[in-house]
């Protein structure tokens, strides 16, 4: 690949995560479990997530976050147009 990454093309936060209805991103996501567990309903199919478990979401899937109590999550969403520019 070449290229650089577009500065800002992306977004990355850590959250303690309650509920995110459903909802879709036109990029991937990526939800990593630092601490705590969380339930990711991806179209049918359902996820229980643990610490250190990762998930990778395509661009357009639907899906439902539901966090169980103190929970730490690092999402990372990284938009279509930012990878085909690699």
Do not use: C
């Not at 990454?5 to 991937?28: A, C, K, M, P, T």
């Amino acid at each position: 690949m070449t290229g650089a990454v577009i500065e800002d093309s992306y977004q990355i936060s850590l959250q303690n995560i309650r509920h995110h209805s459903q909802h879709i991103h036109l990029g991937i996501e990526i939800l990593f479990v630092i601490r705590g567990e969380v339930e990711v309903m991806v179209n049918q199919d359902s996820w229980h997530l643990a610490e250190n478990d990762l998930l990778l979401i395509n661009a357009n899937d639907v899906h439902t976050v539901k966090g169980h109590e103190d929970n730490v999550v690092l999402l990372l969403q990284i938009p279509l147009t930012s990878i085909e520019q690699l």
